[in-house]
């Protein structure tokens, strides 16, 4: 049986001045996946924007724009969606009947692989792959190790080592800053796994979405109180892709929503915009809800 | 040619081939002129006449050059930005122009037109089907380890009808001699007009050689464009409306964009022209707002929309890359057309040229291996030592190397980078280039050539400037050959082919004309057009204040306690307050009040407002000059600095530094003459002796250089809202300027041989003082000489320099410009004025005169910072929404 989730996800920008008009981006839909469809989606918008359109980008997610026209000091973005995921376990012994030489070899040279997947091997802009990536990486992902031993090492790994720590960084946070801070958040720990991966030469992408939560305690969660969650998602042999979650020290399974994905946390941002106001301070906030039906 | 035999070793070409003579690192490089034997066969012509000019004819040519370049206000290069009073640096043009004989031309145009169309084709397959990545034929690192790559540009749609529509690429010769390109430069191709305006000058200067020279023209190319790019329209438009972007004033090539907006007919805006308005680009205008249909860009992709590419760029329109997904707009060249420029594609294009287009490629390039390809880096590598290494997008910190020039320590470090990051770097083998003479003071010395070519794609067809731009290394023996690095620049003249008509253009119909583009300017370019006027008056204004005070310093200075001596402080009181300049920047001492207290923001521009000293009117700045400028300051110390010193707020030559600024802004709306003028105006001022006994026909220099921009602006400008906007400035400013002379001389009595030659000499700064004479003369005027001159400075509406008469003409230019609100609010004034009571405000102590001339001060003020606030308010500044991790709020699992 599959999973069934409504997904809610609420954004919200207030301004001390007027803005005279705004610029949105952002994947809005839920891309469908292997594992996962996408039954319904819905976007609603405060102040009714001018224009709202929707095209596939390179990575084949959805991705909206919006143009607001309408003065206002709060733009809410409210976007929810029901998806049912049926995750498989991954094949444990497929994984660790190769090398990572091996999967990096095969999966560089598979004439099947769109074009695109060669961006999955470079570092980019979040995702630069240093002396301090590289020191960080050999002792996990060494070339004659079982590929999913790998993987297992390279998850467990950042999560022994990195504590989990809202403010610790920023969208501008490098890597070798994270390395040396040993503390950040999800999306740092799959820009971290990133590096690691690409540098042995793997193709891995960085995904963007949602996790299920459940209360520690058995309480009912609070309303508003998941968030969005980042983790990465790597070709293997077979052709398909496993997904790991270094945040939680596990490979993903059906509790994981799929929002897009991309070379990193720049290609999917769940909105960046533009503003024309004389505010200089905004206030961003962001309430999450991930509902299992 | 006889004086070729009275020079020795044989005139100037001979030396110069002496000097090609000498075996410097073993072979020497072709040379353009010279063969193995002797001038070669079509470079006779040029060969003679450089000898029949001689050395001295040659420098003589190289000045003219250099004049001509600054006359027409040719300028490369960044670095004007914060510094109103720098100019970019000038382009410098070699006079020797390089001539392609027309069979080398053949086989090089035909080669460049195979070039652009295969380009084309791989741009369109690279951002589309990727064919060239699926089937192996270029890897797909080259590509999308790019920056230039754009990703958000890949996709079906309208997208995919925009092309390569213009191509440049630099050539260069090989050790056999034939031409091979050695970089391709597809980003934002710049250039084309650089050569133009070097074909307009070498032309002049080799106007002998010209005329005896059948060469094809250049001017063809530039219809094409406008066809190329009006064809380039995706929206549907009968008439497309064509716009250049520029990155601004200060981008390097500033000069270059408006020369090619004006010789297409097409306006240069700037970012924060335009608006994304339901997925369309507009034009802003106060009034109707007007679609853009093709934007001809001269900013990198990547800052091209701050929505969707780098946030942080002011140079950008946030949605353009939507606007073109949507088919709303075409962009030239298309945003990620950066990626052609990429060395590492240069291995794979003849295999490409093969599949796409089943041919050959014709022009070769030096032989390149890309590192990311195991083979190619272990050879660079091995061969890091003769290979020029560059990396696949060059950078700021990361530029193409020349191996044999590396020292052990960075070819260590170079490799290091390249084992890093292989994909990142290729590696080239060295042209050799060719030579070609360039005048030195010493005689015509060999420097290496590199031609940059150009083309246009229209009709399916590449057309290729039949010439090119052609740029020769700073120093013999450089091999680097980069404008940026201050290479000179070389007309390249393409010969007519004798055994054809083709010595016409090419035959490219004349294209419809932009539909009239005589709408509102962008407030950007309002206010830019508005401080044309302000300063070009100021400089006018404050030159003829400081001719008629050095007039009372030279004849009273030396006479204290004289009515002259008690004059000549009155004046020079107005002067220190007029242009604020009060403080002695060196001494510090003064007033305290620089003209940045006195007034709010009469300036529209994106700096803090500039203030305008002329309009203070106020009881504060009627102090003395003593006061005012410190005992340390002479009096014509004080006037010499008013006029030079670019520091002081209020001089002219401050003044003039923002009015070539501010016509910089807006150069595509000026007649081209107004920089022979401007540059006069500059160099004027730029070349005043430390002299104070030049002080007086410096001064006329200054004004007559003033009265020649007044003119040009009159004389050459159709009366539209552009010329409004100026006129605005001009009566604005000149209003202002009288009524603080007024307010600072004649409005307060003095002793009547004092108040005589007081009111003389605001009658000549006035320009007023001959039909003053004339009607004091006659009897026709007012019975005193001081209600003579408040009739004609203040109430004559006859007098162009009166204030009544700015207030009417302001009134017409409001109204011209679009706006019958503030145009009756003027004209309102300027009847207040008229109805004026001359003998009321003269008689007694004159305060009458004084409260009216602070408060017509005060009026005119208003009006200004209204037309301020309606014409050039630019909109609330552009910020990326912050970005922030939304995170999960706690550990799972």
Request: hydrophobic share 40%.
């Amino acid at each position: 049986m599959p999973n069934r989730y409504e997904v809610r996800h609420r954004t919200t920008y207030t301004y001390e001045q007027v803005v005279e008009a705004c610029y949105e981006r952002g994947p809005l839909r839920p891309r469908d996946t292997p594992c996962q469809q996408v039954e319904s989606h819905t976007v609603t918008v405060s102040p009714e924007p001018d224009l709202v359109t929707e095209h596939t980008d390179h990575f084949g997610n959805y991705s909206q724009y919006l143009e607001i026209r309408t003065p206002h000091t709060e733009l809410v973005v409210d976007k929810r969606a029901v998806v049912s995921v049926d995750r498989p376990a991954p094949d444990h012994s497929m994984l660790d009947a190769h090398t990572v030489a091996d999967v990096a070899r095969h999966t560089a040279a598979d004439p099947d692989a769109p074009p695109v997947y060669a961006a999955y091997r470079l570092p980019s802009r979040l995702v630069d792959i240093g002396p301090d990536v590289i020191g960080y990486a050999a002792p996990l992902l060494a070339p004659d190790r079982p590929f999913g031993e790998a993987l297992a090492a390279l998850y467990g790994a950042i999560h022994a080592d990195f504590r989990y720590r809202k403010g610790a960084t920023s969208v501008r946070t490098t890597l070798p800053e994270l390395l040396s801070l040993r503390a950040g958040v999800c999306q740092d720990f799959a820009h971290l796994a990133l590096g690691c991966l690409r540098w042995a030469g793997l193709t891995a992408r960085y995904v963007s979405g949602y996790l299920e939560t459940t209360s520690p305690t058995g309480r009912p969660r609070l309303a508003g109180s998941d968030a969005t969650h980042a983790w990465v998602s790597v070709r293997t042999p077979a052709g398909s892709w496993v997904d790991l979650d270094p945040t939680n020290n596990h490979l993903a399974d059906s509790r994981y929503v799929v929002s897009a994905w991309g070379r990193d946390f720049a290609d999917v941002s769940p909105l960046k915009g533009v503003v024309f106001t004389e505010s200089a301070t905004s206030r961003l906030t962001v309430g999450v809800d991930v509902i299992r039906l | 040619m006889n004086s070729a035999v009275a020079e020795p070793d044989g005139g100037v070409v001979g030396r110069y081939r002496s000097r090609l003579a000498v075996p410097a690192t073993g072979q020497r490089p072709v040379d353009e002129i010279c063969g193995p034997h002797g001038i070669r066969e079509h470079q006779a012509g040029l060969a003679a006449a450089l000898d029949s000019l001689g050395l001295g004819g040659l420098r003589g040519a190289q000045a003219e050059a250099r004049r001509f370049v600054r006359d027409d206000g040719i300028r490369y290069g960044a670095g004007a930005g914060n510094r109103a009073a720098r100019p970019t640096r000038r382009w410098e043009i070699d006079p020797v122009p390089v001539l392609v004989p027309a069979v080398e031309w053949a086989r090089l145009e035909a080669g460049l037109q195979q070039r652009a169309v295969l380009l084309d084709r791989v741009l369109a397959d690279l951002y589309g089907e990727q064919r060239l990545l699926r089937e192996g034929i270029v890897p797909a690192e080259v590509v999308y380890g790019h920056p230039g790559f754009v990703h958000q540009a890949v996709g079906s749609g309208p997208a995919a009808q925009s092309h390569l529509v213009l191509t440049a690429a630099d050539l260069g010769r090989g050790a056999d001699g034939d031409w091979q390109v050695i970089a391709d430069r597809d980003q934002t191709p710049a250039g084309a007009g650089y050569a133009m305006a070097s074909r307009r000058i070498t032309s002049r200067v080799m106007a002998a050689l010209h005329r005896g020279s059948d060469i094809v023209r250049l001017r063809g190319f530039f219809h094409t464009m406008t066809l190329a790019l009006q064809e380039a329209s995706v929206t549907g438009a009968a008439r497309p409306r064509i716009v250049l972007l520029s990155p601004g004033a200060d981008s390097a090539t500033a000069f270059e964009q408006s020369f090619i907006a004006t010789l297409c007919g097409f306006p240069v805006v700037e970012a924060e022209d335009l608006v994304l308005r339901e997925g369309r680009v507009w034009i802003q205008t106060r009034g109707r707002p007007e679609p853009v249909d093709v934007i001809l860009r001269r900013v990198d992709a990547a800052l091209c929309d701050p929505l969707e590419l780098r946030a942080d760029s002011q140079v950008g329109v946030p949605g353009l890359i939507e606007a073109v997904r949507r088919g709303q707009v075409t962009v030239v060249n298309p945003l990620g057309a950066g990626l052609l420029d990429n060395p590492g594609l240069l291995p794979f294009l003849g295999t490409a040229a093969r599949h796409l287009l089943d041919e050959d490629l014709q022009l070769r390039s030096p032989e390149t291996w890309w590192c990311g390809d195991p083979a190619g880096r272990d050879h660079v590598l091995a061969h890091l030592d003769e290979l020029v290494v560059k990396p696949i997008a060059a950078t700021r910190r990361g530029q193409s190397r020349f191996g044999w020039q590396l020292g052990t320590k960075d070819r260590a470090e170079l490799r290091r980078a390249v084992e890093a990051r292989p994909w990142a770097w290729c590696g080239q083998e060295a042209l050799p280039l060719s030579t070609a003479p360039v005048v030195t003071p010493t005689g015509l010395e060999p420097r290496r050539l590199v031609i940059r070519a150009f083309a246009v794609t229209s009709g399916g067809t590449a057309h290729v400037l039949p010439g090119g731009l052609g740029r020769v290394a700073p120093r013999d023996g450089d091999h680097h050959v980069s404008t940026a690095a201050g290479a000179l620049a070389k007309d390249v003249w393409v010969l007519a082919a004798e055994d054809t008509e083709s010595t016409t253009p090419q035959r490219i119909r004349s294209t419809a004309s932009q539909p009239a583009q005589r709408t509102t300017p962008a407030p950007r370019i309002a206010g830019s057009l508005y401080r044309v006027g302000r300063q070009a008056e100021r400089v006018e204004g404050t030159a003829r204040l400081l001719r008629v005070t050095a007039d009372l310093v030279e004849d009273h200075g030396t006479r204290p306690n004289t009515p002259g001596a008690a004059a000549m402080a009155t004046l020079l009181g107005a002067v220190t307050s007029i242009t604020g300049s009060g403080i002695d920047p060196r001494t510090g001492a003064g007033s305290g009040r620089g003209p940045g207290a006195a007034l709010g923001p009469t300036e529209p521009s994106g700096q803090p407002a500039q203030t305008g000293p002329a309009a203070q009117t106020g009881p504060a700045a009627q102090t003395g000059p003593a006061e005012q400028t410190g005992p340390a300051e002479q009096p014509l110390a004080l006037l010499r600095r008013v006029l030079v010193d670019v520091e002081t707020p209020g001089s002219v030559s401050y003044a003039a530094a923002r009015l070539v600024r501010a016509a910089q802004e807006v150069r595509d709306q000026l007649s081209g003459d107004a920089w022979i003028v401007l540059s006069r105006l500059e160099r004027t001022l730029g070349e005043m002796p430390d002299d104070d006994a030049q002080l007086q026909p410096q001064l006329a220099h200054v004004l007559e250089s003033a009265l020649a921009v007044a003119g040009i602006i009159v004389e050459s400008m159709v009366r539209d809202a552009a010329w409004g906007f100026i006129d605005a400035g001009t009566r604005i400013e000149r209003a202002q300027h009288t009524l603080s002379l007024l307010a600072r001389t004649v409005a307060t009595p003095r002793s009547p041989v004092t108040d005589g030659q007081v009111t003389e000499a605001v009658l000549t700064a006035g320009e007023s003082i001959i039909t003053h004479r004339r009607r004091m003369v006659t009897g026709e005027g007012p019975a005193s000489p001081v209600q003579s001159a408040v009739t004609l400075l203040l109430l004559d509406g006859g007098n162009p320099r009166s204030v009544a008469f700015c207030l009417a003409r302001l009134a017409e230019d409001l109204r011209l410009l679009g706006d019958p609100t503030l145009a009756t609010r003027a004209e309102a004034l300027a009847a207040s004025v008229a109805e004026l009571d001359v003998e009321l405000l003269c008689a007694g102590d004159r305060g009458a005169l004084a409260d009216t001339v602070a408060g017509l001060g005060d009026d005119v003020q208003t009006l200004a910072l209204a037309l301020t606030r309606q014409h050039f308010t630019r909109r609330a500044p552009q910020r990326p929404l912050p970005s922030q991790w939304s995170t999960s709020t706690e550990e799972v699992g």
